[in-house]
C-alpha cells in the first residue's frame, strides 16, 4: 500500500528552513513556520497532488507526538497550534499512497495495518505507522480509559476510547 514516504528535518520555530523530499517522490515545498501571538504557532504549506500529510511536533526534539488531523493533496495548507512552551518543534510526515486519493480515505486508511484507522490513532495519540507505538503493547488492543473495551472495538462501535462506555449499574442501598 505505501510508495514512499518521507520526514522532513525538524523545523524550529521562526528558522522556517525548507525541506525537500528524495528520491522519486515529487519535490514537496518548503513548510513556513511562524510564532504568533499569545502561544500560537503557525505552520503553513503547499500541497502536491495526492500526498498525505501528517505533522509532527516535539518540544524536546526528543520525543515526537503526531498532531490530531491530517492532510491531503494539492492547494495550500495551514494549520495552527497552541502550545505553552517556548520552544515547538515541527515536522511533516507525508507520503504518496496507493488507494488514498482524498483526504476522507487519508482519515480512514490503515497505514500500519494495526486495526486503528489514521485519523484515530493521530486523535488519540497514537503512531499510525507503527503497530505498538506506547511502551503498553499493540495499539487496537490497548484501554486508555479501562473500560473494558480495547481501542480497536471502541472504534468499531464509534465509541470514545477515552471515556469509559461501560454503564455502571449503581445500587442505591436504602438505610431503614
Ligand atoms: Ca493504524
Ligand atoms: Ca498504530
Ligand atoms: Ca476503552
Given amino acids: 500500500m505505501m510508495l514512499r514516504d518521507q520526514l522532513t528535518p525538524p523545523l524550529a520555530c521562526l528558522a522556517a528552513l525548507s525541506a525537500m523530499a528524495g528520491g522519486d517522490l515529487v519535490p514537496q515545498p518548503p513548510m513556513a513556520f511562524v510564532k504568533g501571538q499569545l502561544g500560537t504557532f503557525h505552520a503553513d504549506w503547499e500541497g ?8 509532527l511536533f516535539s518540544l524536546d526534539l526528543e520525543t515526537w507526538h503526531y498532531a490530531p488531523f491530517i492532510e491531503f493533496g494539492e492547494g495550500s495548507h495551514s494549520r495552527g497550534m ?12 507525508y507520503g504518496d499512497f496507493e488507494n488514498i486519493t482524498s483526504l476522507d480515505e487519508a482519515m480512514a486508511a490503515d497505514l500500519d495495518g494495526d486495526g486503528l484507522s489514521n485519523i484515530f490513532e493521530v486523535t488519540y495519540g497514537y503512531d499510525p505507522f507503527q503497530t ?12 486508555p480509559d479501562t473500560d473494558g473495551i480495547g481501542n480497536s472495538s471502541e472504534q468499531a462501535a464509534g465509541s470514545a476510547p477515552m471515556i469509559k462506555d461501560n454503564p455502571i449499574l449503581e445500587l442505591k442501598v436504602l438505610v431503614e
Fill in 82 to 93: 497552541e502550545s505553552d512552551s517556548p520552544k515547538f518543534f515541527l515536522r511533516l510526515h
Fill in 48 to 55: 502536491v497532488a495526492g500526498r498525505t500529510y501528517f505533522t
Fill in 132 to 143: 505498538t507505538s506506547t511502551i503498553d503493547g499493540p495499539d487496537g488492543s490497548l484501554d
